[in-house]
């Protein structure tokens, strides 16, 4: 097996007003999240939704128990992202990183990483608001736009961000 030799440049980023923006809003969305279970928790039937079919519609039931995975999930991939952000010399990147574009290429990947971590927190709130909803008859689940638009705010993003790189060179 081939180790790769590369040594890329360490380099400490500063966090743009648009960055700082970002993490501020993750943090928040996240802090609302665990807020709004505990809020309405007590309030909840014991059987929830558990699962969303591909038209949004509740398939399967589980404990209301399972409302507080949410939010844990969140808080762990959040934490996770947040601290490989930190090290953009060890992402994989599609071209040669070197001392003249190494700090254009981390700012885009950082620039992503952070973007998807607060996209990852604000779906999985929108998901917990629409269990506690359809649980609570007030809706009744995710809705047919729910997949499309979380895959646009995906991928649009991303192919941009590696146009960008591409671009960086």
């Given at each position: 097996?081939?180790q ?30 665990w ?12 059987l929830i939704?558990a699962h ?13 128990n ?6 844990a ?5 959040y ?16 071209g ?14 950082t620039?992503?990483i ?12 929108a ?13 009744t689940?995710l ?8 895959l ?8 941009a ?9």
């Amino acid at each position: 097996m081939k180790q790769n030799s590369e040594v890329r440049p360490v380099i400490r980023l500063s966090l743009t007003v648009q960055d700082r923006l970002l993490e501020i809003a993750g943090w928040l969305f996240l802090i609302l999240q665990w807020l709004v279970v505990l809020y309405y928790y007590s309030g909840l039937p014991e059987l929830i939704p558990a699962h969303f079919n591909i038209q949004g519609q509740p398939d399967d039931t589980g404990h209301k128990n399972m409302l507080f995975f949410l939010p844990a999930i969140s808080l762990v991939l959040y934490t996770g992202m947040t601290i490989l952000n930190k090290y953009p010399h060890i992402f994989n990147y599609p071209g040669k990183i070197t001392p003249q574009n190494a700090e254009r290429q981390y700012l885009i990947a950082t620039r992503l990483i952070r973007y998807l971590k607060f996209l990852v927190v604000l779906t999985f709130f929108a998901i917990t608001l629409s269990i506690i909803f359809t649980a609570k008859n007030i809706s009744t689940g995710l809705g047919s736009w729910f997949l499309p638009v979380f895959l646009m705010l995906i991928y649009i993003p991303l192919f941009a961000a590696i146009r960008k790189i591409f671009r960086a060179g």
